[in-house]
């Protein structure tokens, strides 16, 4: 690189450690989230010597291994690990700058860092015991992997251990394979690349098939596709406040499967079961509603795909800033609804120009905003993407620059 880029590189990572420290030294130590606490205590039963357990006698089901094994790492002390993701952040500026500035350009190089720099949500969700800025540099990772597409092993060991990180990447694989395909990768990388990015996930679906006798990866799919999605259908179904619908509905099916599971199981109470077990009542409850309703269910899926894209998550700063709370509110909600426009521009741009690096940003995109969108859609399902959708945004100002 020239002298010029080096400076470039100091400058927004710098920029970077700004808007994450400030914001980490002016939240006041508010780092939990309700998902947080569903991290925490099977990393300090790892710490105790007890295994992967949820609790005494249960065994851990609903959360895979990825983000509970870094939390032990540091002892379950939160402090350390909010630094760590915040600098994980900053990491991710820096290798957003080099890879635009590698296939793209200066302009589209500095213009992308600075987006991400300064994205609210990324920024947010770095302060929190949650896997999303873990998964998020992964991912990014793989990316870059998968991008050059000569490293197709380490590309697969590194989409399987995102999915012990995150379950949303468990079709992941199928993404990048068919990139691979596009790219004319020999079939036999491809295979071998199908292979190792499935072996971690197979592996602990097979360690949770033989402590509760059920296959799964995570056995909160189960119980996300009854509350969130089958739920989430009938609430499109029911019409009027969809909130509102969703809390009814959800409630009701609850009702419904824990009755079902007192009477199959023979216990006294569903809770006496392991996760896995209820979840799969969940499950085999949720998919014949989901194919009875496809067109309620594709109304669901574009709902919790605009939120995804969309849900600004203003009142993070809001909360630290002396502004008036709706002034931020407008340049937030200003701000996330021109990325958008500016993530499609580019990757029509790219497409021009380099399309394997728009196909891959397009696939890796639509896939984790896609296979998040239901009724739990929220900010935080689109912070993975981030990285990749700020290339696409810095390739259109680039070439809006250079038209200029």
Avoid at 156 to 183: D, H, K, M, S
Avoid at 296 to 317: H, K, P, Q
Avoid at 378 to 398: C, D, K, L, Q, T
Wanted: charged share 15%; net charge positive.
């Amino acid at each position: 690189m020239r002298r010029r880029d080096w400076i470039d590189l100091a400058v927004v990572a710098a920029i970077a450690a700004l808007t994450n420290f400030i914001y980490f030294f002016l939240c006041r130590a508010d780092f939990f989230f309700p998902d947080s606490f569903t991290y925490l205590a099977p990393a300090r039963n790892l710490l105790r010597g007890l295994g992967f357990f949820g609790g005494p006698g249960v065994v851990e089901t609903m959360r895979t291994p990825g983000y509970p094994l870094l939390l032990a790492l540091f002892g379950t002390s939160v402090l350390p690990v909010i630094v760590l993701q915040h600098l994980l952040n900053v990491a991710l500026v820096a290798g957003v700058y080099l890879v635009t500035r590698r296939r793209i350009s200066r302009p589209a190089a500095l213009v992308a860092a600075l987006l991400l720099a300064i994205d609210a949500p990324t920024i947010h969700v770095a302060n929190k015991i949650l896997s999303e800025t873990l998964f998020t540099a992964v991912l990014f990772v793989v990316f870059l992997l998968a991008l050059d597409a000569r490293h197709v092993i380490a590309t697969g060991a590194l989409t399987g251990a995102l999915v012990l990180i995150r379950p949303v990447a468990i079709a992941y694989f199928a993404v990048l394979a068919a990139y691979f395909v596009w790219r004319r990768v020999p079939s036999k990388q491809i295979a071998a690349f199908i292979c190792v990015s499935l072996a971690l996930p197979l592996g602990w679906a097979l360690r949770n098939a033989y402590h509760t006798g059920v296959f799964t990866v995570a056995s909160i799919s189960g119980t996300n596709l009854l509350a969130f999605r089958a739920a989430g259908v009938l609430a499109i179904l029911d019409g009027g406040n969809f909130d509102d619908a969703l809390a009814r509905r959800r409630a009701e099916l609850q009702a419904r499967a824990n009755a079902e599971v007192v009477e199959e199981e023979d216990v006294e109470n569903a809770g006496d079961v392991d996760h896995a077990v209820m979840a799969r009542y969940h499950a085999r409850m949720a998919w014949p509603i989901l194919l009875r309703h496809p067109i309620a269910l594709a109304e669901l899926t574009a709902r919790g795909a605009s939120i995804n894209l969309f849900d600004s998550r203003w009142d993070a700063l809001a909360i630290v800033s002396r502004l008036p709370a709706e002034w931020v509110r407008a340049a937030i909600v200003a701000f996330t609804i021109a990325l958008f426009i500016l993530f499609v521009v580019g990757v029509v741009v790219l497409w021009r120009r380099d399309r394997a690096l728009a196909l891959l940003i397009g696939g890796t995109v639509v896939y984790f905003i896609l296979i998040s969108a239901g009724g739990e859609s929220e900010w935080r399902f689109r912070v993975p993407v981030m990285p990749e959708y700020v290339i696409a945004a810095g390739a259109a100002i680039s070439a809006a620059r250079t038209k200029g």
